[in-house]
Structure formats: structure tokens, C-alpha cells
């Protein structure tokens, strides 16, 4: 006789997992944390094993939840992507979007995907880029929306999530703890000098540039293999490291809102559509992480 799983407990075991917390996924699914608790343990007594183990940043996904977790997301989509597709008319025309690394895979890569399953005749073209490029990519025309991060000189742009740039460590080495300070920073130099490297001169802390890189991603392997600490945006900390606060002798580097920007030209049902998607993508995470 075949398992029978519930769709009710299989969403629940995604926003658990993707949270990392029982408390953050009972907000995400609109329930009580007992009753959270509660679908969790129907949907292991189906399965016959356990799903979780408490880690020391929240719940971890055991072997079998693991192996569960690919499928579950797949079913959740598509139950999502069906809901849609029964209210809404589907889309067409051409819709650019510039996304940045920070949220590409954690917050966006679903809405895009559900968006494109729901809108298939859009025809959806992705720049993914660092927030200078694509600011000036929106006032030449080439792209209809973008997100972007703002530490200064706030436009009227939609603010989705403020997202303060952090020290961050990693929980286990001790880079922090060494001196000269061993800092990972962004090869281009403007934000760096202005508030990277400014916040630890307010602080008196010595430093060595120890990594440099492109990318986020660079940034947070510096920090979480040891070599140094780094910038990183407070949403953005990988596992297994930790933002460095005032009781570290440290404190936030800015205050950056990331916002959503449209071309002044940009006016479609799709591009409506896909500005809504990238809402509610935001939305979702703010909420997860209340």
C-alpha cells in the first residue's frame, strides 16, 4: 500500500526547512507554531522517520529529510503554479529584469520560475549584475526592472526589505580575533573605502586586505572557510558564520534598503505581473524572517 502525502504537510516541511525554524515557518504558512510542530510530526509518522534534528542555528534536515526536500518543493510549485493559473490570465510580451547575486537563488530564482511555468508566452531576459550597472542600465532604457541596493543618496524607488550591510565570521575559525584584522572586500574600490573600510577606522581597528573579489559569493567563501571576515548583507550571512556585532567591537557598515526600480517607459501587463511576483517573493522573506 502506497504513502499518501498530505500537500497541507508537505508545505509545512518546506517552510521549515528553508527557515531553518519553527517559529519563522508557522508565519510563512499562517499557523501556530504547536500546529507547525504538529504537521511535522503527522508527516514523519507517514513517512516513518524523522525529518529534523535541532542544529545550533535552528532545525537541520536529517538524511531522509534530505531526500525528501527536492520532491516536496517540486510538489509545493506546482500546487502554487496550478492556484495561479486558475485565476489569472496567462501573460505575453518581453519582460527585462536585472536581479543581484544576494537574492538571485534565495529569494528569486522561485518567483521567476513560477512565473515563467504561469506566463510561458513571456519572454523573460535576466541581468545579473552588481547595482551600479543596473541603475544605469534602467535610466538607458535596457532594462524594465531591476533590484537594486541603495546605502546612500535614497531615490523614490520601491523599497522591498532594508538589508544592512554586516561584519560577518565565521563560527568556526576566528579570524575576528586576529591582528591586523584579515578583511575580504570587493574589487572596486568606491563602497569599500566609504564604508567598509571607514567603519573599522571609526573603530580603530587595525586591518589587512587578506581577499579580494568580484562577487558576494567570493566574499562569503573568505568568510566561511577562515581567511577573513567580510561585508555581507544581514540576510545574506552563509551557515556556520555570524554577524559581528557592537559586543565584537563592531557594528553596521550602512543601511541599505534594496529596492525596486522600473524603467520610466517600462508599462505592460507583464511587466505589472512580474513587478508583483518580485513583491511577493520579498514578502515572503520578510515575513519568514520576522
Keep these: 500500500m502506497g504513502i499518501h502525502l498530505d500537500s497541507d504537510l508537505l508545505q509545512t516541511f518546506v517552510a521549515v526547512a528553508e527557515t531553518g525554524n519553527f517559529t519563522r515557518a508557522a508565519d510563512q504558512v499562517r499557523r501556530t507554531q504547536s500546529a507547525v510542530s504538529m504537521q511535522i510530526k503527522r508527516l514523519e509518522k507517514t513517512i516513518g522517520a524523522a525529518l529534523f534534528e535541532r542544529g545550533s542555528r535552528g532545525v537541520l534536515l536529517t538524511r531522509k529529510g534530505s531526500e525528501l526536500i527536492a520532491n516536496a518543493r517540486r510538489i509545493v510549485a506546482l500546487l502554487d503554479e496550478t492556484a495561479a493559473s486558475l485565476h489569472t490570465a496567462p501573460l505575453d510580451g518581453p519582460v527585462r529584469i536585472g536581479i543581484p547575486e544576494e537574492y538571485s537563488y534565495a529569494i528569486l530564482s522561485r518567483a521567476l520560475n ?68 584579515p578583511v575580504a572586500l570587493y574589487s572596486r574600490a568606491g563602497w569599500c573605502k566609504d564604508f567598509a573600510i571607514k567603519s573599522l577606522e571609526q573603530r580603530g581597528l587595525a586591518y589587512r ?71 511577493e517573493a520579498f514578502s515572503s522573506r520578510v515575513i519568514a524572517a520576522g
Excluded at 163 to 175: E, G, K, M, Q, R
Excluded at 246 to 263: K, Y
Aim: aromatic letters at 6%; charged letters at 20%.
Design 209 to 279: 586586505v587578506a581577499y579580494t573579489s568580484d562577487t558576494t559569493g567570493g566574499l562569503k567563501l573568505a568568510v566561511a572557510s577562515g581567511l577573513a571576515v567580510a561585508p555581507v548583507s544581514r540576510s545574506n550571512i552563509p551557515a556556520d558564520c555570524r554577524e559581528l556585532t557592537a559586543a565584537d567591537g563592531f557594528g553596521d557598515i550602512d543601511s541599505s534598503n534594496v529596492v525596486l526600480h522600473r524603467a520610466s517607459g517600462a508599462r505592460s501587463e507583464a511587466i505589472d505581473g512580474m513587478a508583483d511576483a518580485i513583491r
Design 114 to 181: 513560477a512565473f515563467s511555468r504561469q506566463h510561458p508566452k513571456v519572454e523573460i531576459t535576466v541581468r545579473y549584475a552588481h547595482s551600479a550597472s543596473q541603475k544605469a542600465a534602467i535610466e538607458s532604457g535596457e532594462l524594465d526592472l531591476a533590484v537594486v541596493f541603495e546605502w546612500q543618496d535614497y531615490s523614490d524607488g520601491e523599497v522591498l526589505m532594508r538589508d544592512p550591510t554586516v561584519w560577518a565570521t565565521s563560527t568556526l575559525h576566528s579570524a575576528h580575533e586576529e591582528t591586523p584584522l
